[in-house]
């Protein structure tokens, strides 16, 4: 009968590496604060249109998805 330990799971989560856990801190933090961020924006957007808006809209998109999805 083989030992226990040939078949222990490895816990380890599935990156290639590991974020320190201040940067996984502040990215919850950014991450909060990404909707009220955007729908500020978009009230900005609307009552005083120009195209500076539509590109900070944009990065705050992109900032959010990665968020939600944990690309970053």
Known sequence: MMPR?????????PFKFQVPEWLRAARDVVSQFTIPLIVFQIIRTILFPSGID??????LAILHFCFSYEVL
């Not at 330990?5 to 989560?13: A, H």
């Open 5 to 13: 330990r040939y078949f222990k799971r490895n816990r380890r989560p």
């Open 54 to 59: 539509f590109m900070i809209i944009l990065i």
